[in-house]
Every structure is written in C-alpha cells, then in structure tokens.
C-alpha cells in the first residue's frame, strides 16, 4: 500500500490530501483572497497527517500540481514538495494542474479545462471524454469563436476561467460551465497511476509549468527597505 501527500497551490485555493493508493484518508483546503499558501501549507500537511495517525517518514511519495497556474501558488507547492521528497528520500510525482481539474469530470463528457489567466486569456487544455489529451494544454485568449470546433459535443467547460468563458462563447445547449478550483482531492487516482509506472520527477531539476514568462518588477525599495 502506497502512502501518498498530493499538494495544491495553483490557486488561491491552498489544498491537501492523503490517500493510500487511491482512497483518501484524509484532506484540508482553504481558499482565500489573496495568497496565503506560504502560512497554510505546512499547517495543511501536519493536520491531515496527524488526523491520519501518519508520521512523515511513512509516506511513499509526494504529489504536487505542477501548472499552469499563480506563479506565486506553484512555487510554493513546489518547494514545499521537493522539500519532503529530499528530507524523506522518497519519489516527486508532477501532475498537470488542467488534468487535475478535469479529473471530476471526465467520465461523462469531453472536458475542457480552464484556468483564469487576466483579462481575456486563460490556460486550457482540452480533454475527451475519458480522461485523454486532445491538443496541447496552452495560454489561449478568448473571442466569441474559442472552442467553435466543440460546437455539436457534450462539453464541460471547468475552472476558475469557466465563468469568464461562459460570458464570451455563443449559448449552446451541449455546453456546461462549471466555476471550480483544482482539489487536491483530485488527485489520488492520477498520482496512484504514475506510482504504479514509477513516472517520477526529477527532484533535481523540476520545476513548474507556468507556460507563460515570470513577470519581474524591480522594487521601488533600496537594499535597507526605504523608497527609491
């Protein structure tokens, strides 16, 4: 039996979840204005492992969303999951966050996944029904002919850029949007899979998907915090 921690940052949601194999024993998610993943995460871990009677050295593997998503969410997560996989000396499994989100849904109609990316551009990746990859996953700007190909399919359009979709795409009766967080509860099946396979990322030299450039802005403080 595998003993797996699955972290979710992407968002603002901040989330965890224990499962062995495939069954949760155990979740914590809080979602807030603003990123407070840096003072929840570890908070997050520790309640769910001691809920479940675990100690750190019996987990298995780490699962950790790898984006697209917050620059700011996936760093965190990240570091947080390198950090327990070297500390522990146990495998780093990657999960793209859009899979994770259309995981709920995916059994019964193709899925396309969308998370808010500002104005009128969000992440999306395209999912059959199933649970495959059509496409790749990419940053995409919305117009009223997005997804004009999906027309005649039962599709459910899912994430934190559902909303903003819904009010830029013609009415369609095959269509469904559904305004969601990627969960951590998600997760478990996914991670369980890449266990099984030993698909392992490089502690070493992994780092998140952000798809996009980080955005850098030079600080208006000098080095002892005063203004410029």
Request: charged share 20%; hydrophobic share 40%.
């Amino acid at each position: 039996m595998a003993n797996i921690l699955h972290i979710e940052t992407s968002t603002e949601q901040c989330g965890v979840a224990l499962a062995q194999n495939t069954t949760i024993l155990g979740s914590r998610e809080v979602l807030e204005n603003g990123f407070t993943h840096a003072k929840q995460l570890h908070t997050l871990i520790d309640e769910v492992l001691s809920e479940c009677g675990l100690l750190p050295d019996q987990l298995d593997a780490v699962a950790v969303s790898e984006g697209p998503g917050s620059f700011t969410g996936l760093r965190i997560g990240c570091v947080a999951a390198k950090g327990l996989c070297f500390a522990l000396d146990i495998p780093l499994i990657a999960l793209p966050t859009l899979q994770i989100l259309a995981t709920p849904h995916s059994k019964n109609s193709m899925v396309v996944s969308l998370l808010d990316a500002r104005r009128d551009e969000v992440y999306a990746a395209v999912y059959n029904k199933g649970g495959t990859l059509k496409g790749e996953t990419h940053a995409h700007i919305l117009t009223a002919s997005s997804f004009a190909d999906l027309a005649a399919n039962q599709v459910s359009f899912v994430g934190t850029g559902a909303e903003k979709t819904k009010d830029l795409l013609p009415s369609n009766p095959n269509w469904k949007f559904v305004s969601s967080h990627p969960s951590a509860t998600a997760m478990p099946a996914l991670a369980f899979k890449a266990f099984e396979k030993k698909q392992f990322a490089n502690i070493h030299s992994f780092a998140p998907a952000y798809l996009k450039p980080v955005r850098i802005t030079a600080s208006k403080k000098d080095a002892l915090g005063r203004p410029t």
